[in-house]
């Protein structure tokens, strides 16, 4: 589900303690909260409320690194 927010550009939030800032390093944009900082949190999701937007970069990178093409092509790779 995440992933498939990102995908529609919408404004993501995760705590830092998942799996998810591992999309970072593929340079996906979206809010990393310190775990369990509530302070923290309250701040980024009155952010993304007063700032709606529609992320088009994450639209773009979704579509690249997790086409059908991609995939075959890191197949493809690991044949070699």
Known sequence: AFLE????????????NTS???LKELGLDFHLVENKNMDQLSH???HCAQ????????????????STQAEI???LELLE
């Open 20 to 22: 998810f800032p591992e």
């Open 73 to 75: 092509k890191q197949y």
């Open 51 to 66: 700032n709606r937007s529609i992320n088009q970069g994450n639209i773009t990178k979704i579509a690249e690194k997790f």
């Open 5 to 16: 927010a990102l995908s529609c550009g919408l404004e993501c939030i995760a705590y830092d």
């Open 44 to 46: 980024t999701l009155l």
